[in-house]
């Protein structure tokens, strides 16, 4: 059979004008940045060309511009950084469907005493602006809220959450793994304070993504050591990763139009294929015309296990998820379906499209992961 990868929410294969960048760096171009010689000082310019490519891309400025190893190290240092930064309130809020980065730093919040509040969502994935308001006292230190979720392809309405952040003067963390290379991100006029990003999600090299930090916002370094970065982040620039990140972040812009509107057909033409033939078939969180990651199915099939599914097509060659990459191996079960009360007799795979899907596999595809779940279901 054909090996057709539908995992691209995990990570997406870096594109070979991606790598061409970035190998430059790797062989040719390997002066540290920091030297005073030629050599790093070339280096040291690409590192700012390339905050400045990001930059552009975000519609901010480059010394609001911080590269880091990814989205997990990104979103540790906006909530540990801001909370070493400003040690008086001691209320944290975020939702019950975050990533593990931001949830297992929450945890580790509350071991060294701060409040948190994790705001409950709807069946669908989406918090309540009354909620989020409600939550917000004088004690709150600040807010982290997921874009786009990883797992149900839920879009929250960011527009009222920074309405509701703007009107208490509380500090935004969003973290915009997922939805970078989904939509424009204008943050001229999106009033977030901190904003996590991934390279890996939108076929850049993994190990590298970006803290934004809009200025004026204070926050503590997270790795000590060295002046790099303005004394905000320790240790010689992963320099060809950073360039990756850039580069990467160059094409998004060029295909995202055509990028969006391919992957949310294939996405379209699956899942109606596969409700015309499994009863009860369930598409976790919103539709998919509305306010919900393109080319991202979460569905939950009657009367099966999510692992002997997966397993199952995997054995026909369809790579796909049971959520999360960074929790796809446990058995336990997903907090976010948890969080939206999906019923138990349910099992849940998530197939998420790329670049490098095809229209015409979407038959196959389907016939795949029938017969896999015949196979399977109780």
Same mark, same amino acid.
């Given at each position: 059979?054909?090996?057709?990868?539908?995992?691209?929410?995990?990570?997406?294969?870096?594109?070979?004008?991606?790598?061409?960048?970035?190998?430059?760096?790797?062989?040719?171009?390997?002066?540290?940045?920091?030297?005073?010689?030629?050599?790093?000082?070339?280096?040291?310019?690409?590192?700012?060309?390339?905050?400045?490519?990001?930059?552009?891309?975000?519609?901010?400025?480059?010394?609001?511009?911080?590269?880091?190893?990814?989205?997990?190290?990104?979103?540790?240092?906006?909530?540990?950084?801001?909370?070493?930064?400003?040690?008086?309130?001691?209320?944290?809020?975020?939702?019950?469907?975050?990533?593990?980065?931001?949830?297992?730093?929450?945890?580790?919040?509350?071991?060294?005493? @701060?409040?948190?509040?994790?705001?409950?969502?709807?069946?669908?994935?989406?918090?309540?602006?009354?909620?989020?308001?409600?939550?917000?006292?004088?004690?709150?230190?600040?807010?982290?809220?997921?874009?786009?979720?990883?797992?149900?392809? +839920?879009?929250?309405?960011?527009?009222?959450?920074?309405?509701?952040?703007?009107?208490?003067?509380?500090?935004?963390?969003?973290?915009?793994?997922?939805?970078?290379?989904?939509?424009?991100?204008?943050?001229?006029?999106?009033?977030?304070?901190?904003?996590?990003?991934?390279?890996?999600?939108?076929?850049?090299? =993994?190990?590298?993504?970006?803290? @934004?930090?809009?200025?004026?916002?204070?926050?503590?370094?997270?790795?000590?050591?060295?002046?790099?970065?303005?004394?905000?982040?320790?240790?010689?620039?992963?320099?060809?990763?950073?360039?990756?990140?850039?580069?990467?972040?160059?094409?998004?812009?060029?295909?995202?139009?055509? @990028?969006?509107?391919?992957?949310?057909?294939?996405? +379209?033409?699956?899942?109606? =294929?596969?409700?015309?033939?499994?009863?009860?078939?369930?598409?976790?969180?919103?539709?998919?015309?509305?306010?919900?990651?393109?080319?991202?199915?979460?569905?939950?099939?009657?009367?099966?296990?999510?692992?002997?599914?997966?397993?199952?097509?995997?054995?026909?060659?369809?790579?796909?998820? +049971?959520?999360?990459?960074?929790?796809? +191996?446990?058995?336990?079960?997903?907090?976010?379906?948890?969080?939206?009360?999906?019923?138990?007799?349910?099992?849940?795979?998530?197939?998420?499209?790329?670049?490098?899907?095809?229209?015409?596999?979407?038959?196959?595809?389907?016939?795949?992961?029938?017969?896999? @779940?015949?196979?399977?279901?109780?």
């Amino acid at each position: 059979m054909k090996k057709i990868y539908l995992d691209y929410a995990a990570t997406t294969p870096l594109d070979p004008a991606v790598f061409n960048e970035m190998s430059i760096y790797m062989i040719d171009l390997y002066g540290n940045p920091s030297s005073v010689h030629k050599d790093g000082i070339v280096v040291r310019k690409a590192i700012q060309q390339a905050k400045q490519i990001v930059a552009k891309s975000l519609n901010a400025d480059a010394k609001e511009v911080f590269f880091c190893s990814g989205g997990t190290e990104a979103t540790n240092w906006a909530i540990k950084g801001y909370a070493r930064a400003h040690t008086k309130k001691k209320r944290i809020i975020t939702t019950q469907i975050e990533h593990h980065a931001t949830l297992h730093t929450c945890k580790t919040m509350e071991q060294l005493g @701060y409040d948190v509040i994790y705001l409950p969502v709807d069946h669908q994935g989406f918090i309540s602006k009354k909620d989020l308001d409600q939550a917000i006292n004088d004690d709150t230190l600040m807010v982290s809220i997921i874009w786009g979720n990883n797992e149900i392809g +839920t879009i929250q309405k960011i527009e009222e959450m920074i309405e509701v952040c703007q009107k208490h003067k509380v500090i935004l963390h969003v973290d915009a793994v997922q939805i970078f290379g989904q939509m424009e991100i204008d943050l001229s006029k999106l009033n977030i304070d901190m904003l996590s990003l991934s390279a890996h999600k939108f076929y850049g090299p =993994k190990g590298s993504g970006v803290l @934004y930090l809009k200025e004026g916002t204070k926050i503590e370094p997270l790795i000590d050591g060295g002046s790099q970065q303005n004394n905000y982040r320790a240790g010689t620039e992963n320099v060809y990763g950073i360039v990756g990140f850039a580069k990467a972040c160059e094409l998004v812009k060029k295909r995202l139009s055509d @990028y969006c509107k391919h992957v949310n057909l294939l996405a +379209t033409s699956l899942y109606e =294929k596969l409700e015309t033939s499994i009863p009860d078939l369930k598409l976790n969180g919103p539709s998919l015309d509305n306010n919900r990651l393109l080319g991202h199915l979460s569905l939950s099939f009657p009367h099966s296990n999510s692992h002997d599914l997966a397993f199952a097509l995997d054995a026909k060659d369809l790579y796909v998820s +049971t959520g999360s990459a960074c929790t796809s +191996t446990s058995i336990t079960k997903s907090h976010v379906l948890e969080a939206i009360q999906l019923e138990e007799h349910y099992g849940t795979i998530r197939l998420t499209f790329g670049l490098h899907n095809e229209l015409n596999d979407i038959d196959d595809i389907a016939d795949r992961i029938i017969s896999s @779940y015949q196979e399977v279901k109780n």
